[in-house]
């Protein structure tokens, strides 16, 4: 399974990007999508994901991009966005996509990670 992170950038204060982050390979079932980031100097936080249970998929996001942060998943694509609006200057680091794929019914699931894209807020 490979992923493919999308979409950073440069962005003003209050400025909005979309990030994407698209699988492909022996794909069976995505238990779990998450969006984590790495400001300078510090550890990498998870930011925003979305967990998938019988009863439906649950979201959950850091306190600090509540509100602001969306994210959300194509099935038929097998790919997870992250729409970031108002963003600030602490928004700032760069962003990597984790999945957990199950790739057969043979095989447990697994921990992917996309390169990390550069989120960049400043004036």
């Known amino acids: 399974v490979q992923l493919q992170a999308s979409g950073g950038g440069l962005v003003q204060p209050g400025g909005s990007l979309r990030l994407s982050c698209a699988a492909s390979?022996?794909?069976?079932?995505?238990?779990?999508m998450g969006w984590y980031r790495q400001a300078p100097g510090k550890q990498r936080e998870l930011v925003a994901s979305?967990?998938?249970?019988?009863?439906?998929?649950?979201?959950n996001y850091v306190d600090s991009v509540k509100g602001r942060f969306t994210i959300s998943r194509d099935n038929a694509k097998n790919m997870v966005n992250l729409q970031m609006n108002s963003l600030k200057p602490e928004d700032t680091g760069v962003y990597f996509c984790?999945?957990?794929?199950?790739?057969?019914?043979?095989?447990?699931?697994?921990?992917?990670w996309g390169q990390g894209t550069q989120v960049t807020v400043s004036s």
């Open positions: 984790n999945l957990v794929v199950q790739s057969s019914y043979v095989t447990g699931p697994r921990s992917y």
């Open positions: 979305i967990t998938s249970f019988t009863s439906g998929d649950r979201t």
């Open positions: 390979g022996s794909i069976l079932s995505i238990n779990f």
